[in-house]
């Protein structure tokens, strides 16, 4: 069967540009490798507790805003139920070596009123970090539906001065340098190295709105699931695309890794940037962009976590804590100074409360055993992996009194771990990094019909993938009238 478009990858950037190729009268075919779409975004089970891997909170899910659009687009609002966070601080930054804690706000009146109360004689300054992230924010095609836009300049970058230089010219406050500076931590890329348009660009959204979802990532990936089924897009898991073939420069279709063949004329793939060499043959593409990607820095791997409470504990109520060492931006995502992020997930029937804590952790401790897959480690990584757990613990411990000794970890995850799950070359969190000095790839390639989507490609997170998506279905289906049913649905919510 010839399919208009096949997805490779069904990841929340496949799932998201399935559903709109569909929408738009194409024949698509969603190809996944694992057994099950959306392996990291639905979580786990253990013990009769979810846990969440890939989604703890989003920005831009109030009514109206730019991921609820997207959401109401594809159908997928109909079927969740958002859980808005603390207005008054959806984050806590606890900084561990002064015993001070910052809520970080979100809506503007209280973004600069609650910071402007934590660190007086800040206000105007506080001030002006928020004015500037909304504008950069808001002058995205993709982010501001309103805005007139050309295709030229939808995939136009605004270069810039690094986050950390921003921020010291803003304030030669450290501590709030350091508080503003906290979303770095959502794309994995240090403020000396990341520009402070690329973090306007992710952390805008959280400075509108905050929300979980119900039932979490599972919720969503049953949700996309549903909608799929309903726009008539096939899916395919458990034999992932070993074979983009191309004549003449141009895609002419895909081999999956059980020998299925399928002729296409177009391939979006959203898989990690450095599988396209394994996919393409030697030659379809040129040996600088190869290079390019053999150039690229990935974002941090992690460490993670899985706990129970036997009781909910209130500082996980509507929020997240990160518990961090630093108190400059050059201790973020600094090695020996790694923060910890802490989510806390629903509240069970029986009282108990799923807790998960990552660090980043360097790929590079461990590398003995990268030859090794999940399930059949060596006893030298299980003991590793348990030394690391035990000094996690601990230190949530000292750190969060409020849990006590009744955090009970139930399971572990390491960057192999992630690198299985997330078929990402070095577990990386959220695929290569954007750096001022490497442009984020672009979904075009040299290839005709071969588009690109995912972490990787313009923005990471929840987001940053369904952007990436409907950047890519622009390319097939044309940019006006994507954005006028995204504009149509965006005014649909707020009428």
Known sequence: MKYDVVVAGGGCAGMSAAITLARFGRKVLLVEGDRRLGPVLRGFQRNGVHFDTGFHYVGGLGNGEILDTFFRFMGLARHLSPVAFRPEGFDLCRFETLGRDVAMPYGPELFEGRLGQAFPGQEAHVGSYLAEVQRI??????????????????????????LARRLAEITDDELLQTALALPCLLYGVAP???????????????????????????????????????????????SPVTSITTHDRAVTGVVLSDGRQFPTSQCLFTGHPSHLKDVLAPGSLRPSFYKRLSEYPETPSAFMLFGVVPESVSLFDRRNVFLTPATSPAGLL??????????????????????????????????????????????????????????????????????????????????????????????????????????????MTKIRGLLLAGQSILLPGVLGAVVSAMVACSLVVGLEPLRKELRQCSQNALS
């Open 137 to 162: 924010f808001s002058s995205s095609a993709f982010l501001n539906l309103q805005q007139s836009v050309t295709p030229e300049e939808m995939l136009s970058f605004t270069d810039g001065p690094t």
């Open 334 to 443: 600094a090695e020996g100074s790694e923060t910890i992020y802490l989510a806390g997930g629903e509240r069970l029937p029986d009282g108990r409360q799923a807790i998960t804590a990552l660090g980043m952790a360097p790929f590079s401790d461990y590398e003995p055993w990268c030859q090794s897959v999940t399930g059949s480690r060596p006893k030298a990584y299980g003991e590793y992996k348990q030394r690391m757990a035990e000094v996690m613990l601990d230190r949530i411990r000292t750190a969060c009194p409020e849990l006590g000794a009744s955090l009970q970890v139930v399971e572990a995850a390491t960057p192999l771990t992630m690198r299985d799950w997330a078929a990402s070359p070095q577990g990386s969190l959220y695929g290569m990094r954007h750096t001022v000095e490497q442009f984020p790839l672009l979904p």
């Open 192 to 238: 000396r190295e990341s520009s402070f348009a690329n973090h306007a660009l992710v952390a805008g959204s959280y400075f509108s709105s905050v929300h979980g979802l119900k039932g979490g990532g599972g919720a969503l990936v049953a949700a996309f699931e549903r909608e799929l089924a309903g726009a008539g897009v096939d899916v395919l898991c458990g």
